[in-house]
């Protein structure tokens, strides 16, 4: 069973940079697609949004527009993490940040994590 791990996140000021990363365990995560979506205060877990998604061979694709060209996203399989690196943070990204893990051949996300608490002040 995989199983998988976010931190890195925490209280900074508008401007500011967070790396998250998300550890897996139980089995490698090369074969799996993985993404990173957050939870806005307020909104239960259909309300996630889906920021970027990276599939096995490292194809990224961002799906958030108000992301784009700030956030990052990265794997490393031998580490068996993910990561996103998040800069110029604004009051509006604060948000819970899951990661997911599906198999490639798979339509949703099997596999989610915790969460870690995004907060930027203003």
């Known amino acids: 069973q995989l199983q998988l791990a976010e931190s890195g996140g925490g209280l900074v000021q508008a401007g500011g940079s967070l790396r998250l990363t998300c550890t897996a365990s139980g089995r490698a995560l090369s074969g799996y697609r993985m993404g990173w979506f957050r939870q806005a205060p307020g909104k239960g877990r259909e309300g996630r949004e889906l920021l970027v998604v990276i599939r096995s061979g490292g194809f990224t694709t961002y799906y958030l527009d108000s992301v784009k060209g700030r956030f990052t996203i990265s794997r490393d399989n031998a580490k068996n993490t993910a990561s996103l690196q998040m800069n110029n943070l604004k009051p509006e990204d604060t948000a819970v940040y899951f990661c997911?893990?599906?198999?490639?051949?798979?339509?949703?996300?099997?596999?989610w994590g915790q969460g870690t608490q995004v907060t930027v002040s203003s």
């Open positions: 997911a893990a599906a198999g490639e051949t798979r339509g949703g996300w099997d596999y």
